[in-house]
């Protein structure tokens, strides 16, 4: 059984900062691309930020400059780094990860549980 557990959500005022972070565990032989994903109230879920095992990351067009995703291969954890937050990137955030566990024949996609960030003005 995979699991992704992300942490860190919460409430901040705009202009400030929070870092989240997406452990994955279970029976996991190897890990693709992980990323990070958001869906506000009343809109479709959309890509925030990706990162290839080899490190190798891909912003949305909305969060370069302020955000920075990063990743610990050795720990099976992907993080976000949110700076100069704006109320505009309240959200629902959502880990996404490729995973190859020990009872499947390819890498498979997995969700996370979604953490809260809300962006005050």
């Known amino acids: 059984q995979v699991q992704l557990v992300e942490s860190g959500g919460g409430l901040v005022q705009a202009g400030g900062s929070l870092r989240l972070s997406c452990a994955a565990s279970?029976?996991?032989?190897?890990?693709?691309?992980m990323g990070w994903y958001r869906q506000a109230p009343g809109k479709q879920r959309e890509l925030v930020a990706t990162?290839?095992?080899?490190?190798?990351?891909n912003y949305a067009d909305s969060v370069k400059g302020r955000f920075t995703i990063s990743r610990d291969n050795a720990k099976k954890t992907v993080y976000l780094e949110m700076n100069a937050l704006k109320p505009e990137d309240t959200a629902v955030y959502y880990c996404?990860?490729?995973?190859?566990?020990?009872?499947?024949?390819?890498?498979?996609?997995?969700w996370g549980q979604g953490t809260q960030v809300t962006v005050s003005s």
């Open positions: 996404n990860a490729d995973i190859w566990s020990i009872d499947a024949a390819s890498f498979n996609p997995y």
């Open positions: 279970g029976t996991i032989l190897l890990i693709n691309t």
């Open positions: 990162i290839t095992r080899g490190g190798d990351t």
